[in-house]
């Protein structure tokens, strides 16, 4: 029996779950069990699936669509291993990617967060950003003028993500926390609110530990704050959390949503997470998820919210003043 669940919810997007699915089946370390999770999507994922079925211990469960955080929890109740990966269907893994996460899990209440990283894998004019725009012209010297595949599955399962990439990877990290973890490091000691940088993306924890909290919070609606809210009760439960820097998936730039301009979508998007933010503040109503409702207002960065929360841990204030604060917040959402 496999002793590492690999938990991928998707929902059509077929092309980009293909690599990700490659990429598991270049992994250095192999005893580990890959579980997809089709949230009632339409696409055919056939041709994602059948290139590694005899490469990699895999599993397809259905469901109607009822969202990320439905798709994870069924994902990982569909598993046998004691340590979930958690990874989205396009997150490429690097070829030691579970194996970093095996080497990091002995400390088995902590929580785990990877590397992330950026890749161009297939080119689509007017829904992908300035950032993309750039690799093409730039590193594939040419105008694409129509979709293109930068990259196949068979290129990753004959070459590995990191060298099938390195033409098409994007320069710098995304949803890493560096500002953050250039000033409290790696186990963001003395961080006020680590629980932020929780993301399914690329997340590890035991078994017993994501049941221990009751898993995903299926409430939310659309994008965004269910990996948070994991985050957040992890940490109230008292859970460490470690950046794992070799634990690295690549992230393929895609559109993000259905009008076909990206920076509309951007905007959508962000409204989706500012709603489920919302969401996230009246059902907890304290201090710290108030900061990170602010946060996704932009009205201040995670260091600016980790420094307002020790600020106010620091001058020992009664429980009135804390409620006044409290509601203060709560009229300003």
Known sequence: MSEVTVVIPTYNKDFYLGLTLAGFARQTYKDFEVIVVDDGGTADLEPALDPIRDRVDLKLVRQENAGRAAARNAGARAGKG????????????????????????AGAQHVRIGQKRQALTRWIPNALPTAASLIASERLRGELSAVEDLVSASDIL????????????????????????AIYGDSFAGFRLPWLAVTTANLSLSRAVFESVGGFETAYAGWGAEDTDLGYRLWCNNYEFTYIADAINYHQVHPIGTTGDYELDVILRQKQLQLNATRMARKYETLEVFLFQGMCESRFSPLEASTIAQDLAERNLTDRVMREILALYQKAS
């Open 82 to 105: 004691s340590l979930l990966i958690f990874c989205d269907d396009d997150r490429i893994p690097d070829e030691d990617f579970v194996e970093a996460h095996v080497r990091a899990s």
């Open 158 to 181: 004959q070459r590995g993500a990191t060298q099938a990439l390195t033409p098409v990877a994007l320069l710098g990290h995304r949803d890493n926390f560096d500002s953050v973890r």
